[in-house]
């Protein structure tokens, strides 16, 4: 049985950080790349950033280019999302994404 499980969200202010994680289970981790979405409330799901399977690629939205930074540990399965300089505009549901599943999501809120 496939499952992403996100972990780390939560309250914050403007400027301040959040790690984000998403443990992977019940398919090879280390063959897929791996994505995180987020999802503001009345607003489509977005893309954020997606990693290689080796780690070796990254890729980010124009909206958190030089503030995010996505890794994985294959050794681990787990995917991370380090997070900083938050802004109000990154509130939402953030999803880990792999090999076609879906998380259930983890809710980040900045405001002060």
């Known amino acids: 049985q496939v499952q992403l499980r996100e972990s780390g969200g939560g309250l914050v202010q403007p400027g301040g950080s959040l790690r984000l994680s998403c443990a992977a289970s019940?398919?090879?981790?280390?063959?897929?790349?791996m994505t995180w979405y987020r999802q503001a409330p009345g607003k489509e799901r977005e893309w954020v950033a997606d990693?290689?399977?080796?780690?070796?690629?990254?890729s980010y939205g124009d909206s958190v280019k030089g503030r995010f930074t996505i890794s994985r540990n294959n050794a681990q399965n787990t995917v991370t999302l380090q997070m900083n300089s938050l802004k109000p505009e990154d509130t939402g549901v953030y999803y880990c994404?792999?090999?076609?599943?879906w998380g259930q999501g983890t809710q980040v809120t900045v405001s002060s």
């Open positions: 990693i290689s399977p080796n780690g070796g690629s990254t």
């Open positions: 019940g398919f090879t981790f280390r063959r897929y790349f």
């Open positions: 994404h792999g090999a076609e599943y």
